[in-house]
C-alpha cells in the first residue's frame, strides 16, 4: 500500500538552531512530494514541491527540503528556527500514475522554543 | 482574490441531521477535494473531483456525500449514517498534474 510517514508526532528544537522534520515516503513509481503547513484552526498552507529536477528544494519562509530516492525521504529543513515557525507540518505525496489523489503523512508538530 | 472559501467556519448539528458544508473556489481548478481531520490522524480523504459531473469515494465515503455540478462548487453533506462526524473538514482544489493543492480555511463540525 503507499503510504507516506511522519515518524516523529513533535520536534522540539532552540530558537536560531537548524530544524528538521522528516518523512518518508512508499509509493510506486517517482512521485511528486510537498510540504505544508498549518497554523491553529486554519487550513494548510503550501511550503514547497519537489517534482524534479535538483535533490535540493527551496521554498517559502526560509524552508527547504532534501529529496533522497534511496532512501525515499523528503525531509524539510530550516537552518535557523523562528518561534513564529511553531505549527503543525504535514508532508503529502501524489503519485504519478493514477488518480489525482494526495496522501498524508500524520502530522509532526514543530515546537520552537525561546 | 483567487481563493477558497468554506462555510460556514463552525456548524453544529443534533442527532439525526443532515448537514452540508460549502467550498467555493474562484481559482479555475479542475480538481476538488473533501478531508477530515481529527487530532493525530492527519488528513484523510473524504470524496474527490477531477471535474465537473464526476467525483470518486476517498479513503472514508461512509456517512458521506458530494455533488460537483459547477466547476466552483463542491459541497459536502455529512448524513446522519456518519456516526462520528465531529470533525475539521477541509476542502482543497488543485489544477491537477504535478501541482500543489490550495486549502479553505476549514469547517468544524460538532454534534450535540
Known amino acids: 500500500a503507499q503510504s507516506v510517514a511522519q515518524p516523529e508526532d513533535q520536534v522540539n528544537v532552540a530558537e536560531g538552531n537548524p530544524l528538521t522534520v522528516k518523512c518518508t515516503y512508499s509509493?510506486?513509481?517517482?512521485?511528486?512530494l510537498f510540504w505544508y503547513v498549518q497554523y491553529p484552526n486554519r487550513g494548510l498552507q503550501f511550503l514547497l514541491k519537489?517534482?524534479?529536477?535538483?535533490?535540493l528544494v527551496k521554498g517559502s519562509y526560509g524552508f527547504e527540503a532534501e529529496f533522497n530516492k534511496s532512501q525515499t525521504s523528503f525531509h524539510l529543513k530550516k537552518p535557523s528556527a523562528l518561534v513564529s515557525d511553531s505549527a503543525l507540518y504535514f508532508c503529502?505525496?501524489?503519485?504519478?500514475?493514477?488518480?489525482?489523489?494526495?496522501?498524508f503523512g500524520t502530522g509532526t508538530r514543530l515546537k520552537v522554543l525561546a | 482574490d483567487g481563493g477558497i472559501t468554506q462555510s460556514p467556519k463552525y456548524l453544529f448539528r443534533k442527532e439525526g441531521q443532515n448537514v452540508t458544508l460549502s467550498c467555493e473556489q474562484n481559482?479555475?481548478?479542475?480538481?476538488m477535494y473533501w478531508y477530515r481531520q481529527d487530532p493525530g490522524q492527519g488528513l484523510r480523504l473524504i470524496y474527490y473531483?477531477?471535474?465537473?459531473?464526476?467525483?470518486q469515494k476517498g479513503d472514508i465515503a461512509e456517512g458521506y456525500s458530494v455533488s460537483r455540478e459547477k466547476k466552483e462548487s463542491f459541497p459536502l453533506t455529512v448524513t446522519s449514517a456518519q456516526k462520528n462526524p465531529t470533525a475539521f473538514y477541509l476542502c482543497?482544489?488543485?489544477?491537477?498534474?504535478?501541482?500543489?493543492?490550495?486549502f479553505g480555511p476549514g469547517t468544524r463540525l460538532t454534534v450535540l
Open positions: 481559482l479555475n481548478h479542475d480538481a
Open positions: 509509493v510506486s513509481g517517482n512521485p511528486y
Open positions: 473531483s477531477q471535474i465537473v459531473n464526476d467525483f
Open positions: 503529502a505525496v501524489r503519485p504519478t500514475s493514477g488518480t489525482y489523489k494526495y496522501i
Open positions: 519537489y517534482i524534479t529536477g535538483d535533490n
Open positions: 482543497a482544489s488543485s489544477t491537477g498534474s504535478y501541482n500543489e493543492q490550495f
